[in-house]
């Protein structure tokens, strides 16, 4: 086994890309003002070398993604810090202590009222009634005229179309209530696509693409990492997952609590049944890739046995969870904050968590040969993402600073 201090974090991530034309992937949930915390992942992977060979996004994720994958490698840091910079709220309500929560509930408060300067603006024939129509391209308490506007100025789609990196976004078909997956390597991408991915309904209308009207993908699947498991080829891979909504959660006591607890569970994405499923599935095409060593050279040759065969898979997934921290005084309009305060917050969390994971290096600790997707915490103490079946352990091993669960 390679010591992981031996190595820097390009060199430990670079292991994965060179076993059997491995890649390195960037996941990333939608989550509006929360992801802010994905700024300072993808900081803390861009000081340390380390440019993803795939970034997958929903919602706030596809904008962030567009802008890292639709920019030359020496320009996406700044521009995803200048994207976070237009879409800062003013710090009017400063005065107001800390504890108090206030100056957060005004901030959210006017957010609702006015929007989001370079992202959305109120659409004020909403506000006459429900009833009134608005057209399907139009219904919605506001509009994303100036996010097209943004994405125009910081992003060059040309660049995105190069297919290097590879960008994938989630999106709603709304006939059909069907996950679409947009992605680079199958067509060309435009702000459209990335506008569709973010496509919240009531608050944003559904935009249209050849025809058919697409909403926010994070109604259906929030946290796409299906599409690399399913993807065609599959490849070893190396995924950094990043989460903004916390799968586990105190018993809420009032209203209040109520409705922030109802969004985490709703927006984490059912992260544990994913892991545990797909876990069960990559072990067992491990399991037939093993079981085919005893398998006669002749009756390979059979029709039936070449296609039992081709379920069989030597690929592994090593998934990093990166999961953003709960703020003091947070609640179910923490998507809304974008306050310089909570911006800052989450950032920096992104940031130390990523470098963090990229010290640890646990995806070069030794593993169940049979197990086909590895789950990595890197935070000491994290709560756990797939501890889907009760009682089921999740360790941490000692002196690696990484919880580990081998999902089988």
């Keep these: 086994m390679i010591k992981p201090k031996t190595m820097t974090p390009l060199q430990a991530v670079n292991e994965i890309r060179n076993n059997h034309h491995g890649q390195v992937v960037l996941v990333l949930q939608g989550g509006g003002a929360l ?23 929903t919602s706030i994720g596809a904008i962030n993604a567009a802008i890292i994958t639709g920019n030359k490698p020496e320009d996406r840091l700044s521009r995803v810090q200048e994207f976070w910079r237009r879409v800062e709220r003013s710090d009017f309500w400063g005065g ?48 994303t005229v100036p996010l097209r506007k943004t994405l125009e100025e910081l992003v060059d789609f040309s660049l995105i179309n190069q297919k290097q990196p590879r960008l994938t976004v989630g999106a709603a078909h709304v006939r059909t209530s069907m996950m679409h997956y947009f992605d680079s390597r199958e067509m060309g991408l435009t702000p459209s696509h990335i506008m569709a991915s973010g496509a919240l309904p009531p608050a944003f209308p559904a935009v249209r693409i050849d025809g058919e009207l697409y ?88 029709p039936e046995v070449k296609e039992l065969a081709s379920y069989s898979c030597r690929t592994r997934m090593h998934v990093v969870r990166l999961l953003a921290p709960r ?16 911006i800052f917050a989450r950032w920096e969390a992104g940031y130390a968590n990523t470098a963090s994971a990229l010290e640890a290096q646990a995806w070069l600790e030794d593993c169940d040969p049979l197990a086909g997707v590895i789950l ?33």
Excluded at 122 to 129: E, K, M, V
Excluded at 327 to 342: Q, R
């Design 35 to 57: 992801g802010a915390y994905q700024g300072g992942v993808y900081q803390a992977l861009h000081e340390a070398g380390v440019e993803p060979d795939w970034i997958i996004g």
């Design 96 to 143: 107001f202590p800390a504890w108090t929560g206030v100056a957060d509930a005004l901030s959210s408060w006017s957010t609702l009222a006015n929007g989001i300067p370079g992202f959305f603006e109120t659409n004020p024939r909403a506000f006459l009634g429900a009833h009134v129509p608005l057209g399907a391209d139009h219904a919605g308490y506001y509009s």
């Design 215 to 302: 909403w926010d993908g994070g109604i259906l699947s929030n946290t796409p990492a299906e599409r690399i498991f399913e993807d065609n080829p599959r490849r070893n891979s190396l995924i950094f997952a990043v989460h903004l909504w916390h799968p586990t959660g105190e018993e809420p006591e009032t209203i209040w609590q109520i409705l922030h607890r109802t969004k985490d569970i709703q927006y984490s994405s059912r992260i544990a049944n994913h892991i545990v499923r797909q876990g069960e599935s990559h072990r067992l095409r491990h399991v037939i890739t093993e079981l085919l060593k005893y398998i006669p050279e002749e009756a390979k040759a059979n």
């Design 327 to 342: 703020l003091d005084n947070e609640t179910h309009i923490k998507d809304i904050d974008f306050s310089p305060a909570g």
């Design 376 to 408: 990595h915490e890197p935070r000491e103490g994290a709560e756990p993402a797939a501890e889907a079946k009760m009682g089921r352990d999740v360790t941490t091993e000692s002196g690696a600073g990484s919880r580990k669960l081998a999902a089988e």
